[in-house]
């Protein structure tokens, strides 16, 4: 299997259940993401992982819990959820980071997304 | 804070005719700034990107051009076709550790 694998692709949940989405990689690379897309929004970056550090939290609620055991696997812990936190999640991986100061630019492999929604 | 700008949020042209897209920046400091297409139910998927240090990029049908003193960028897409139908969205990295996406263009192509 090659490049971002997400799973699962639909979830449903209620307020209080606790779930996970997982984002698996085949393509070697260091830097791995976690986005949140709603509709008629930007493309909102929510954690940002670099050699398994976390190097981004880009203010997400705490009921949103990112984990990286390895450079290949990246976990997204749901937990008393909102329904405005319906959403596709994706999640991206990069050869390098993206941003930064030092300017790397790269592509960024987006998986097909998780397709969230809290009832 | 960073901002990326995107215009317009939806196009809608006749196959065969040009289709341009145009993103503007706030973060001076951008030096790498690429395109993707989304397609429904798909994720977004790189199309062409382009460096500061050139002004324009072409990939057959696909060009982008870049004016970093008006800090604007522009997707330039020429015959295009149904398969052209998507969501584009522009993108700048900022200098923090974040890639700031725009709010998205959904593109129809009218056969």
Known sequence: ?119 | GENVEQHPSTLSVQEGDSAVIKCTYSDSASNYFPWYKQELGKGPQLIIDIRSNVGEKKDQRIAVTLNKTAKHFSLHITETQPEDSAVYFCAAPTSYDKVIFGPGTSLSVIP
């Open chain 1, 1 to 119: 299997e090659t490049g971002v694998t997400q799973t699962p692709r639909h979830l449903v949940m209620g307020m209080t259940n606790k779930k996970s989405l997982k984002c698996e990689q085949h393509l070697g690379h260091n830097a791995m993401y976690w986005y949140k897309q709603s509709a008629k929004k930007p493309l909102e970056l929510m954690f940002v992982y670099s050699l398994e550090e976390r190097v981004e939290n880009n203010s997400v609620p705490s009921r949103f819990s990112p984990e990286c055991p390895n450079s290949s696997h990246l976990f997204l812990h749901l937990h008393t959820l909102q329904p405005e936190d319906s959403a596709l999640y994706l999640c991206a991986s990069s050869q390098l980071l993206a941003g930064g100061p030092n300017g790397l630019g790269g592509e960024l492999f987006f998986g097909e997304g998780s397709r969230l929604t809290v009832l």
